[in-house]
């Protein structure tokens, strides 16, 4: 088995070492990341500037883009080489819900996906920086999905409650949850006295019902989200055709 191991907390974090490691347990590993923390960078791709790799030892490289160039780089010749599957990670912090919209660590596995290779996206939730249950859990994860045939579901979200392994009360399929509206920005002034603004977070979850990825956090399981490509809101198109049935072209 191939893997092409990548994220958005760049290519030295802590998270993308242990996953890098749990990975050479299992296959053959090339590791392809930011060469700098690109947290929500989503699927953006750099079309405006340069992108340079640096090789910092065999297989592992830092690049100056974001998680989707990382991949996409990757696969379209930094290597002649064609991974069997994209695993990003693992996250410091978690990926739930609507978080998955801005979340350059899905982004990556994303991706591959849109180049045909499926991807499995890790983030360990909390701010626990002990990888070490992450990392056995991707192992896992990995070893069973590939085995059983991961190409039927392109693209898997995995978050990862922050505790040890013995204390997991299991793996879970879910769905995305809802957060509440996220926090109004941060805003500040500079040393000549401009406004700056910064993001404010995330807002609060808000649909944590059973099978929801916020209640299988919450009670202690791994949570395994399919991901659609298809953003379709396929029950609007019927109505949408007929709001527009007397718009003359």
Sequence with gaps: MKILVSNDDGWQSAGITS????MCEIAEVKLVAPDRNCSAASSSLTLMNPIRATEHRA?????????????NIALNGLFDWTPDLIVSGINHGANLGDDVLYSGTVAAALEGVLH??????????GDS????????????????????????????????PPIAFDQIAGFSATRLGTRKRGHNPIIEQDPRG???????????????????????????????????????????????????SGVAA
Excluded at 60 to 66: C, F, K, S
Excluded at 129 to 135: K, N, S, W
Aim: proline fraction near 5%; hydrophobic fraction near 40%; include cysteine.
């Design 19 to 22: 996953l890098y490691q749990a």
């Design 59 to 71: 297989d592992v490289y830092g690049l100056q883009g974001t998680p989707a160039d990382c991949v």
């Design 116 to 125: 045909g290779v499926p991807g499995i996206a890790f983030s360990l939730t």
């Design 129 to 160: 920086t002990d990888f070490t249950c992450a990392a056995r859990v991707a192992k896992q994860v990995v070893s069973e999905l590939m085995q059983k045939g991961l190409q039927d579901v392109s693209l898997i979200n995995v978050n990862i």
């Design 194 to 244: 401009n406004e700056i603004y910064w993001i404010g977070p995330a807002g609060e979850p808000f649909d944590t019902a059973p099978g929801t990825d916020f209640y299988a956090i919450e009670n202690q399981y791994v949570s395994l989200t399919p991901i659609s490509i298809d953003m379709t809101n396929h029950g609007k198109v019927d109505q949408l055709a007929q709001l527009l």
